[in-house]
């Protein structure tokens, strides 16, 4: 980074110019490059004896072209070296036409082999597991440049591959299992890629609010037919509790209900406990249940018609 020259090392240079002293001389007195010495003179007003200046300018030159063919931008060159950047452009491209050619060739052969090393390193890290911000965090590099040396690699390929076969077997009706048993991939992993799909409009979610409540009513059907419910769990590929979850929230049965309700020969001494006033309390103990039982029996009885009747 330039640092530029202090208050003292600009009067030593004034004292030294006026001395006679040569740019070498004012090099090892302030501690100044020589390279740098001919800006910091020409800010201050001071020009060195042509025989003097023509080394030291052709040795600057040369390294302000060494600097820009290693990458180093132009406005920082002239910064370095108290320059404007028009000048610097015009020191390092020449007058000549096959310099220039030279230099620019030297430029794309360095911009040519960082370009293929960074591709080395986003493929790299691609294959070893490294997604795309992440390459784009560790490397400094374009997100778009990243994406393209990504996608054109054979590993990208490949991965491609893969993700289109369990898109396949998805839509082929597969389970996550079955998938990754079949494609030798985790579970998650498997997962990842179908859910990835389904938010990218890549696939079509299985279970659909829809597909969920024809199925449930097929089930339904069937198991009114007569069909068991681990036969349908096995049939659906849903867990038990899953099956009875759907059968009670839909209140189905498989079993004819009775025309008439025929009350258990307990209910109308609990009935006829009550009419005489025993508390429902006494009641419960006496046949070893709870009051909210005997309250429950009751209002059957009564939904019934079986309160102001006697046993039908």
């Known amino acids: 980074m330039y640092n530029p020259p202090t208050q003292k090392q600009k009067d030593d240079l004034l004292a030294l110019s006026s001395q006679g002293a040569t740019l070498a001389e004012m090099s090892a007195s302030t501690g100044i490059r020589e390279t740098v010495l001919l800006g910091v003179l020409k800010d201050l007003g001071v020009r060195p004896e042509p025989d003097d200046a023509a080394p030291a300018k052709l040795l600057r030159n040369a390294e302000i072209r060494r600097l820009y063919i290693d990458g180093v931008r132009g406005a920082d060159i002239a910064r370095e070296y108290m320059l404007t950047r028009q000048r610097v452009m015009q020191i390092v491209m020449g007058k000549n036409k096959a310099f220039r050619e030279d230099v620019m060739k030297a430029v794309k052969e360095r911009v040519e082999k960082e370009e293929s090393e960074l591709r080395k390193a986003i493929v790299s890290m691609y294959e070893n597991g490294s997604s795309i911000a992440e390459i784009q965090r560790e490397l400094g590099c374009d997100h778009g440049l990243v994406c393209r040396v990504v996608r054109s690699s054979a590993c990208y390929q490949e991965k491609a591959e893969i993700k289109s076969h369990v898109m396949r077997l998805y839509k082929a009706g597969l389970k996550y299992k079955e998938i990754s048993k079949l494609t030798e991939l985790s579970y998650i992993k498997v997962k990842s890629i179908i859910e990835h799909s389904i938010k990218a ?103 019934k018609g079986y309160w102001e009747g006697e046993e039908k």
């Open 201 to 303: 409009g890549k696939l079509e979610p299985r279970r659909t609010r829809e597909g969920v409540r024809k199925r449930d009513e097929v089930l339904i059907e069937e198991f009114k037919a007569g069909m068991s419910r681990q036969a349908l769990a096995d049939k659906y590929g849903l867990q038990l509790p899953a099956i009875n979850a759907i059968i009670s929230k839909r209140g189905a049965s498989n079993k004819a209900k009775n025309k008439e309700y025929t009350p258990r020969p307990e209910y109308f001494e609990i009935m006829k406990m009550s009419k005489d006033g025993i508390p429902q309390v006494q009641i419960a103990q006496k046949f070893e249940t709870t009051q909210a039982n005997v309250s429950r029996i009751l209002k059957v009885m009564r939904d």
